[in-house]
């Protein structure tokens, strides 16, 4: 792999840029891996650079059906937080933005990580205290929390509607150690970074079917048709959120504590810095917010609330996530919005993931983001590979189990009970 | 906008319901095996295409009503009353 540093670009810069090379190719599938990776999408690409990386396991194809980084991990709001107060998730946020934060540096590829601060408001006083246990929780847990008054906050974040009689900001509850990351970059130095040892990142390429014998699953037919498309496998893992109940069916897991939702997001056009953190509304409305480093304003809302696999999202949801905007930030209200899009997450029964074996020996299920799966993008690489490789859980993700639904122990971070929907 | 003809009040918008989800979940009784509770309570067949599922015309009849709608178009088909009985009176000509 070509190294990426300061004195090539000075290079590339003097010599007309001819010195870039490709990252990552087209190859044919083989017919034999010892690892398949369904999905490739950050965690799917994560999780192949770190079988690859940690494991020495370098046979291994990624298989995607669109293209690189085209579902949900070119279409989130790039948050990258830890602020989880139960344990299983404590851990395993914290383990995944621990490794965010020397990313660029792993991968040789400046995935823009910016920890620019995540600033929940308060708008009452039960918010506060309730905002309290969460962010007093999280320190006990090691994970940095802390809280601006009105006046740090003002001074931080001078556009806020405070003085509004229906929602008088008290304060915020932040964690100075999130922020945000550009999205494709992670993909792209992923993929990059794992091409680089070897696995093979095959686009196009369908999952149509799995192939199973004596009770395990072996390999999986794809859309390649004829003998090239199938491909073996000692094992293979999903990671396919959004459309993780569609595959589970065919390889004959059955029924999973998942229900399929879309979430919307918005960006509007470049304007001037105005917002150097990421803004959440939360409690009475739903709303995030934070400009991207080319100055558009990035944020989102709830989900539309029906199972849906439509990337698109509805008209209703639409006006609620303006009208939140209108609440805090009425100083963008005469900024035109440039894109609006929708994509579809598995919505778990405990708004929690999952990273874990199945029942079905040789496959590896990692499924269940809700609309959080981003941040998680380099900790579910590294637990899942870990996963696959020793057939055992890392300790970041022991928690994450599908078993806990019938053990009675839901990782329910809003105590909103199995539904789906609410989380 | 998704538009449900609900079979009171006429054609209406979705935000005028509520979702309450997959409509063919059977809840057994309450004695029941904990197997087949963590069954209704968790588990989901989450179907790509046609879907049964169950909205509440909550600011309207706030009749509970199954409609068959695709997840992936969002084309709804039928619409029916899920109450069984209340459904049956209404065909006898009214609950007297």
């Given at each position: 792999m070509q190294r990426y540093n300061a004195l090539s670009v000075l290079w590339g810069g003097l010599t007309g840029q001819k010195h870039w090379q490709q990252v990552w190719g087209r190859p044919e599938p083989k017919a034999h891996y010892d690892v398949i990776i369904v999905g490739g999408g950050g965690h799917g690409l994560a999780t192949a650079y770190y079988l690859a990386k940690e494991h020495g396991i370098r046979n291994i194809a990624v298989l995607e059906k669109g293209w690189l980084g085209g579902g949900n991990a070119g279409r989130n709001t790039t948050i990258v937080r830890s602020n989880y107060m139960i344990e299983g998730n404590t851990e395993f946020y914290e383990h995944s933005l621990k490794l965010w934060e020397n990313l660029s540096h792993e991968l040789n590829y400046n995935v823009m990580f910016s920890q620019r601060a995540h600033v929940n408001l308060v708008f009452s006083p039960s918010q506060r205290d309730a905002m309290a246990r969460r962010y007093n929780l999280m320190r006990l847990n090691g994970i940095d929390g802390d809280f601006w008054d009105p006046k740090e906050l003002r001074r931080r974040i001078p556009?806020?509607?405070?003085?509004?009689?229906?929602?008088?900001?008290?304060?915020?509850?932040?964690?100075?150690?999130?922020?945000?990351?550009?999205?494709?970059a992670v993909n792209w130095g992923f993929a990059r970074a794992a091409t680089a040892l070897g696995v093979d990142i095959i686009q196009g390429c369908e999952v149509t079917g799995f192939i199973h014998k004596a009770g395990a699953?072996?390999?999986?037919?794809?859309?390649?048709?004829?003998?090239?498309?199938?491909?073996?496998?000692?094992?293979?893992?999903?990671?396919?959120?959004?459309h993780t109940s569609v595959l589970a069916h065919k390889a004959g897991l059955g029924k999973l504590p998942i229900e399929t939702h879309k979430l919307q997001a918005y960006v509007s056009e470049?304007?001037?810095?105005?917002?150097?953190?990421?803004?959440?509304?939360?409690?009475?409305?739903?709303?995030?917010i934070s400009q991207s480093d080319k100055g558009g304003m990035v944020f989102g809302g709830d989900l539309d609330k029906y199972n849906s696999y439509a990337q698109k999202g509805n008209l209703p949801v639409y006006e609620n996530v303006m009208a939140a905007c209108m609440q805090i930030l009425p100083c963008l209200g005469r900024v035109k919005l440039l894109r609006q899009w929708a994509g579809v997450m598995d919505m778990s029964?405990?708004?929690?993931?999952?990273?874990?074996?199945?029942?079905?020996?040789?496959?590896?299920?990692?499924?269940?983001?809700?609309y959080g799966g981003f941040k998680a993008t380099p900790g579910s690489g590294h637990t899942f590979a870990h996963t696959i490789a020793k057939d055992e859980p890392h300790w970041a993700n022991a928690r994450l189990t599908l078993s806990r639904y019938r053990e009675g122990r839901q990782i329910d971070e809003t105590g909103h009970g199995p539904v789906a929907k609410l989380h | 906008m998704l538009r449900i003809p609900c079979p009171f009040c006429g054609t209406r918008d979705h935000t005028e319901f509520s979702y309450e989800g997959d409509a063919t979940v059977v809840y057994p009784a309450l004695d029941a095996l904990e197997e087949?509770?963590?069954?209704?309570?968790?588990?989901?067949?989450n179907l790509r295409g046609p879907h049964s599922e169950v909205w509440h015309h909550l600011y309207g009849c706030r009749s509970f009503l199954i409609v068959e709608r695709d997840t992936l178009t969002h084309e709804i088909g039928g619409v029916r009353l899920a109450h069984q009985p209340t459904a049956e009176a209404l065909m006898q000509g009214g609950t007297k």
């Open positions: 556009h806020l509607n405070y003085d509004h009689g229906r929602f008088p900001i008290l304060g915020a509850y932040v964690q100075p150690r999130a922020g945000t990351a550009r999205h494709d699953v072996v390999g999986v037919e794809t859309n390649r048709g004829g003998v090239a498309g199938e491909i073996l496998a000692d094992k293979i893992g999903l990671a396919v959120a959004g470049p304007i001037k810095p105005i917002v150097d953190q990421v803004i959440v509304f939360g409690g009475i409305g739903h709303f995030y029964m405990d708004g929690s993931p999952f990273i874990t074996k199945t029942d079905i020996p040789g496959l590896y299920l990692n499924a269940g983001w809700c | 087949e509770w963590f069954e209704a309570v968790f588990l989901r067949e």
